[in-house]
């Protein structure tokens, strides 16, 4: 069983930035996935982005495209996110998910979810 730790999230003004960690725990399979999923109040968990372990291939949610930064520290088993440019919309709690994603991180599969960490944009 995978599990997933994320830290990091918080308020900043509009403009600002933050940068997100997750921490797995036990087994990942090559040819998953791994990255980072939002809910905004209301609305429906849709994918930021996410990066292959399998090819190292990297997508991206359009709106977040040239602002947000995945990478990974496979050493460590963390996968970090760099947030700059925040916008009042990016305000979601941000989960760490590990399975099937693909372009435009549309997540197919999800088989482990981090617990979720707020990141509010103040405008």
């Known amino acids: 069983e995978v599990q997933l730790v994320e830290s990091g999230g918080g308020l900043v003004q509009a403009g600002g930035s933050l940068n997100l960690s997750c921490a797995a725990s036990?087994?990942?399979?090559?040819?998953?996935?791994i990255g980072w999923v939002r809910q905004a109040p209301g609305k429906e968990r849709k994918g930021v982005s996410c990066?292959?372990?399998?090819?190292?291939?990297?997508y991206y949610q359009d709106s977040v495209k040239g602002r947000f930064t995945i990478s990974s520290d496979n050493a460590k088993n963390t996968v970090y996110l760099q947030m700059n440019s925040l916008k009042p919309e990016d305000t979601a709690v941000y989960y760490c998910?590990?399975?099937?994603?693909?372009?435009?991180?549309?997540?197919?599969?999800?088989?482990?979810w981090g617990q979720g960490t707020q990141v509010t944009g103040a405008s």
């Open positions: 990066i292959s372990r399998s090819d190292g291939s990297i």
């Open positions: 036990g087994f990942i399979a090559d040819d998953y996935a």
């Open positions: 998910a590990v399975g099937g994603c693909t372009y435009g991180s549309s997540w197919y599969a999800v088989y482990s």
